[in-house]
């Protein structure tokens, strides 16, 4: 048996009483600990002090000290009431009795860790925690409900843009400088028609930073858009809309409540656009198509319409290293991407290519093996940036950049994987040979199905580059290169 600490106590009043006092403990948990045969390390006795908490127990602080440093790895006491009258410090102890692997034994209640009873009594004390621990969750939300009820702010992170917070302060106060931007950028947004992207631009371009000194971006502007701070409500669960709820608050408001309705008006009628799954045969360049800026592949997003009778789809192809503002070049939708591969074939002489080397089975084994080990790395490296995050080490924004590029590479990857998987088409309408007698007659006849197929078999990337002109809105797609299988 490890290191054994002796606990005995008794208060002032417990003094006189038999059997209780310190001698008495304490020749009777030697002499148990003689029959268990354990080594005693040491004897820590707090006399005349009361147990109702462990606040200014010298002895029992040093016990705690002792056991935290691995001294300790045994704690025998008289009677639990001698260690704690306190159920929370009870429950403080075991728990550092066994974060540090330390054995709890008590004389008279025979409770003994190294015994199925023993270890049943942790048990109960586990169970007891656990109440506790829910007990204070629920006491915080009950809290915290009742404050954003009664009108004051949470801030649990920061003050809203164009809001402070002075630490000791319940109730923010409108910072000038900051609320004016946020009254331009809602007059931009209302008035100019300016969209979420420009507006960003333009605030960058002046040097105008964000509450945490970031630069903006269309995501930014729209959560301040979408923030009732500014008509004077208090919010909480804003990242639950089924749970996110507004109240009357006791800050100054920013905004007229007019603009701030009409902006969220128009906020409803954007389009939205999200990142798409991988590859289907509508977006049959998917996994082609190479940024002439960067080198990245380019990755599909889908934007939605709502229409009078119908919701309109429309297919588009963006830079993943745009997000993280590492590339300017602007995305470009489908439609344009086929025009620039249409206007690249009819500048080509007939597709003739030599023939080509059907991959073995081993050859694509060695490839997705490969592909596979990339995705391994990356899943390590979404975990060392979450536990960047969660130590504080990085911004939220620093690990939703990071977390975005790390998607986009898997997002790349499995469409590799995907394209070496997939089986040639047997059962299009046309062969080999046909596309290369002349590729430019047939690319035009083949379905969306078939042209996939066509550039899962003959291509290897297709480098498109993609401007806009300063000052103008529609931007110009060009493919420069086609790089054709060997």
């Not at 692997?101 to 004389?107: E, G, I, M, P, T």
Request: glycine share 4%; net charge negative.
């Amino acid at each position: 048996m490890n290191e054994t600490g002796i606990y005995v106590r008794v208060s002032t009043e417990e003094q006189a009483q038999d059997g209780f006092s310190i001698r008495a403990q304490e020749q009777k948990l030697k002499d148990y600990a003689r029959i268990k045969d354990w080594q005693i390390y040491k004897i820590y006795a707090d006399e005349g002090i009361s147990g109702k908490d462990i606040k200014g127990r010298p002895a029992v602080k040093e016990l705690i000290a002792d056991v935290e440093a691995g001294i300790v790895k045994n704690v025998l006491v008289f009677k639990i009431d001698r260690l704690t009258r306190s159920t929370a410090d009870l429950i403080y102890l075991v728990d550092t009795f066994n974060k540090y692997d330390c054995a709890f034994n008590s004389l008279l209640e025979s409770i003994d860790t190294h015994t199925a009873s023993g270890r049943m009594f942790l048990k109960i004390i586990g169970i007891f925690a656990e109440f506790e621990r829910e007990n204070i969750i629920e006491r915080t939300r009950v809290g915290v409900e009742r404050k954003v009820k009664e009108g004051y702010s949470l801030c649990t992170a920061q003050a809203s843009y164009g809001y402070d917070r002075a630490i000791g302060e319940r109730i923010q106060t409108i910072n000038e400088e900051e609320a004016e931007i946020v009254r331009e950028i809602f007059d931009m947004f209302v008035t100019g028609g300016e969209t979420l992207t420009n507006i960003a631009r333009l605030l960058n371009l002046r040097g105008v930073k964000t509450k945490a000194d970031k630069t903006w971006d269309s995501s930014k502007i729209r959560r301040l858009l979408k923030n009732s701070n500014y008509i004077g409500n208090v919010r909480h669960h804003i990242d639950d809309p089924k749970r996110e709820t507004h109240y009357d608050g006791l800050h100054e408001p920013i905004l007229d409540e007019e603009i701030f309705i009409a902006a969220n008006d128009l906020l409803e009628k954007n389009t939205r656009t999200s990142i798409t799954k991988p590859p289907n045969n509508e977006k049959y360049f998917s996994g082609f198509l190479v940024c002439s800026e960067c080198g990245y592949k380019l990755k599909t997003y889908a934007t939605f319409k709502q229409l009078k009778t119908r919701k309109q789809k429309a297919i588009g192809y963006v830079c993943p290293n745009k997000t993280l503002k590492t590339c300017h070049a602007p995305s470009m939708s489908h439609k344009k991407a086929e025009a620039a591969f249409d206007e690249y074939l009819s500048q080509i002489a007939d597709f003739e290519p030599p023939e080509l080397e059907i991959n073995t089975e081993q050859k694509n084994t060695k490839n997705i093996t490969a592909y596979e080990n990339k995705l391994k790395a990356l899943e390590a490296k979404d975990k060392e940036t979450l536990e960047l995050y969660v130590t504080n080490e990085l911004s939220f924004d620093e690990y939703r950049a990071m977390r975005t590029k790390i998607e986009a590479d898997r997002i790349v990857i499995n469409t590799e994987i995907e394209r070496i998987k997939m089986p040639p088409d047997n059962e299009s309408n046309f062969t080999k040979n046909d596309i290369i007698l002349n590729l430019r007659e047939n690319w035009e006849l083949l379905t969306d199905s078939e042209k996939r197929t066509f550039l899962r078999n003959f291509v290897e990337r297709i480098v498109i580059e993609s401007t806009k002109g300063e000052g103008s809105y529609f931007g110009e797609v060009k493919v420069l290169e086609v790089g054709f299988r060997d």
